[in-house]
């Protein structure tokens, strides 16, 4: 597998990520499958593990570029930081308004899901940023590891050894308890850290390499832990090779996907809270039933949440412009 290739097409993977998560949520919403068909739109939560793959491999690209010094470093977690902060905020206004016009609102717990904390302890909100922060934070450091004693394919065996040997186990504390639930979204991160590597020295990675891997994940979680977080990254390692070379060899125009991309953090949060809102819709006042099986319910979800993405996407580069 050409490392570069990743770099190639980041955008139109995050696209893939983008509809990955928009089918895995259409089961959560309740959307009418047969079994077959739900199962399958369900296995589109290998999106996060790819958003999660993609977001390690593009935050090595821009830390390569940024000088070793501390004003550099700094000036770096300011860019970053404004990148996903800025939608967030955006996009958290909503929440604002509606808490502003529900009586007895609890600010406190309000405050609590705005910081991202709550997550840690109760799970829930919009866990990937939860998740991103601090592997923001920690990202010099992870470069860092990665590149320790310039051994690095002994450092990535050694590290995602440890991340998913320590999703196997389970703690009474809760913050502890999802830390340990996120095990599999940190090695995805660093794996896409490690990708990065690879793709600025030229360097392949060999797809059996990756195919074996992912293989080993998924017998580990039929046998030993049935954490679903391992299996769908274990099935974003042996399905990457496919797309990347699905990519480099179609005829077709990824302008679409490419889109869906740019505005991927965006559609995340967009499409975790519209059902909310949608679902306040009085389908019970219609004298047929018209959102049978909630098809017209997510469709509007899907449109509403993209349109709202972009909304957010365009507001939010503006803004990082002017700072």
Not at 20 to 27: D, E, K, P, R, T
Not at 235 to 247: A, E, G, N, T
Request: charged content about 10%; some cysteine; overall charge positive.
């Amino acid at each position: 597998m050409e490392t570069f290739l990743i770099s190639k097409y980041r955008m139109e993977l995050m696209g893939v990520a983008t509809i990955g998560i928009l089918m895995c949520h259409a089961v959560g919403n309740h959307v009418s499958f047969p079994y077959p068909v739900s199962y399958a739109f369900s296995i589109g939560q290998i999106g996060n593990s790819l958003f999660m793959l993609l977001s390690g491999f593009g935050l090595y690209y821009s830390l390569s570029k940024a000088e070793s010094n501390k004003t550099s470093i700094l000036a770096w977690y300011k860019r970053r930081y404004a990148r996903i902060l800025i939608p967030y905020i955006l996009w958290y206004v909503v929440h604002f308004i509606r808490a502003c016009n529900t009586p007895n609102t609890d600010w406190v717990q309000f405050l609590f899901g705005f910081s991202l904390i709550k997550f840690w302890f109760y799970g829930g909100g919009a866990w990937f940023l939860s998740v991103l922060i601090p592997l923001y934070a920690l990202s010099p450091w992870i470069k860092k590891l990665l590149t320790f004693q310039d051994m690095v394919g002994r450092n990535v065996i050694m590290v995602s050894c440890v991340l998913t040997i320590a999703s196997f186990f389970h703690c009474s504390n809760p913050f502890f308890e999802h830390v340990l639930r996120a095990m599999p979204h940190f090695e995805a991160f660093f794996l896409g850290m490690a990708f990065a590597y690879y793709s600025i020295g030229g360097g392949r990675i060999k797809a059996p390499i990756l195919l074996s891997y992912g293989i080993v994940l998924m017998i580990s979680f039929f046998t030993i832990n049935r954490d679903f977080a391992n299996f769908y990254l274990s099935c974003c390692l042996i399905v990457l090779p496919l797309l990347l070379w699905c990519l480099e060899h179609n005829n077709m125009n990824t302008k679409i996907l490419r889109w869906l991309g740019r505005i991927s953090l965006e559609s995340y949060l967009t499409n975790g809270a519209l059902p909310h809102y949608v679902a306040m819709i009085p389908w019970c006042m219609l004298s047929f039933n018209l959102n049978y099986g909630n098809y017209l319910g997510y469709s509007i979800v899907i449109i509403g949440g993209l349109l709202w993405a972009w909304g957010l996407h365009v507001v939010s580069q503006w803004i990082l412009s002017k700072i």
